[in-house]
C-alpha cells in the first residue's frame, strides 16, 4: 500500500519543541518533495514548508522561519519537520505531502498525502 504516515504530533507548553516524521511505505521518497502543511480550525489548509528531492533546496512560510527546520533521510524513506519555538498560533492538525513535481507545486499537485497528526501548543 502507498502511503505516508506521520508521527510526533503532542501536547507541548509555548517554547517547547517538538519533531514530526513522515515515513513513506510502498514508494520510495527519492523522487519525490516532501511538503508539510498545517490546517487550524475553522481556516484553511497552508502550506509551512518543502524540501527539495535531494534535499538541497528548502523553503518555509514566513510564519515559521527561524523556528522549524525540514530535512529528509532519503535512505530512511522519512522527510522530518522540527519545529522549535511553539507558539499557540502553531496549533493544527499537519500533513506531510509528496510531489513528484517539486516545491514549486499547489497543493493539488501532490500525489501522496498523511492523515495527519495533531500539534497543540497551550500551557
Known amino acids: 500500500q502507498l502511503q505516508l504516515v506521520e508521527s510526533g504530533g503532542g501536547l507541548v507548553q509555548p517554547g517547547g519543541s517538538l519533531r514530526l516524521s513522515c515515513a513513506a511505505s510502498g514508494f520510495t521518497l527519492d523522487y519525490y518533495a516532501i511538503g508539510w502543511f498545517r490546517q487550524a480550525p475553522g481556516k484553511e489548509r497552508e502550506g509551512v514548508s518543502c524540501?527539495?528531492?535531494?534535499?538541497?533546496?528548502?523553503n518555509y512560510a514566513d510564519s515559521v522561519k527561524g523556528r522549524f527546520t525540514i530535512s529528509r533521510d532519503n535512505a530512511r524513506n522519512t522527510g522530518y519537520l522540527q519545529m522549535n519555538s511553539l507558539k499557540p498560533e502553531d496549533t493544527a492538525i499537519y500533513y506531510c505531502a509528496a510531489t513528484l513535481i517539486g516545491c514549486g507545486s499547489v497543493q493539488d499537485e501532490y500525489d501522496y498525502w498523511g492523515q495527519g497528526t495533531q500539534v497543540t501548543v497551550s500551557s
Open positions: 524540501i527539495s528531492q535531494s534535499g538541497g533546496s528548502t
